[in-house]
């Protein structure tokens, strides 16, 4: 079945780093943009960063860029998160989450997949 | 950036009832609206998008209207499994893609 799953959350001390994975499988990946959405403990969802279906343009929210980047390696159905210069407003469940839009259009942005999510904790 | 917000915070509803849910966004997002459902310990689940196509499996009491700045998510027969956490999100102008702050639906 269609399916994503992610790895690589951790502790982690301000300022250092850590690199998400998001496995997928069920579905033809090359297709398909994939996103990074997270949620901090107890508060709603925030997006985080896009890819595209060719890996060829990123989107990054203003609250990690410059810190966070995105990648993929579709020979290996993955997409990564790596995070830098961490802080403890970036403490969240991290969730990849599948385009629903083949390819890549003005309509892309519903989220029709999404993993299990992973847990980042920044803290001293 | 697109704000969105939802409303009401919480929603108390008994079991077999209708729940009806709002979201507006700060400009208009055309019908570029999608709703997630998101249970306790769970991953979201995409239920609505384009404003009212129901996604892959979600059942017909499920239903979303609006266009512009103005929608609305409805739940027409409260079942035990849809209480939950429900978010709002605009895909018309991005980066970002923005939620709403969510509305949890609670056993009244």
């Known amino acids: 079945q269609v399916q994503l799953v992610e790895s690589g959350g951790g502790v982690v001390q301000p300022g250092g780093s850590l690199r998400l994975s998001c496995a997928a499988s069920?579905?033809?990946?090359?297709?398909?943009?994939i996103h990074w959405v997270r949620q901090a403990p107890g508060k709603g969802l925030e997006w985080v960063a896009f890819?595209?279906?060719?890996?060829?343009?990123?989107y990054y929210a203003d609250s990690v860029k410059g810190r966070f980047t995105i990648s993929r390696d579709n020979s290996k159905n993955t997409v990564y998160l790596q995070m830098s210069s961490l802080r403890t407003e970036d403490t969240a469940v991290y969730y990849c989450?599948?385009?629903?839009?083949?390819?890549?259009?003005?309509?892309?942005?519903?989220?029709?997949?999404w993993g299990q999510g992973t847990m980042v904790s920044v803290s001293s | 950036e697109i704000v969105m917000t939802q409303s009401p915070a919480t929603l108390s509803v008994s079991p077999g009832e209708r729940a009806t849910l709002s979201c507006r966004a700060s400009q208009s997002v055309s019908s570029n609206l999608a709703w997630y459902q998101q249970r306790p310990g769970q991953a979201p689940r995409l239920l609505i998008y384009?404003?009212?196509t129901r996604a892959t499996g979600i059942p017909a009491r499920f239903s979303g209207s609006g266009s512009g700045t103005e929608f609305t998510l409805t739940i027409s027969s409260l079942q035990s499994e849809d209480f939950a956490v429900y978010y709002c999100?605009?895909?018309?102008?991005?980066?970002?893609?923005?939620f709403g702050q969510g509305t949890k639906v609670e056993i009244k």
């Open positions: 999100q605009q895909y018309n102008n991005w980066p970002p893609w923005t």
């Open positions: 989450a599948k385009d629903l839009i083949r390819y890549f259009d003005w309509k892309t942005g519903t989220f029709d997949i």
């Open positions: 069920g579905f033809t990946f090359t297709y398909y943009g």
């Open positions: 384009g404003a009212s």
């Open positions: 890819i595209r279906y060719d890996g060829k343009n990123e």
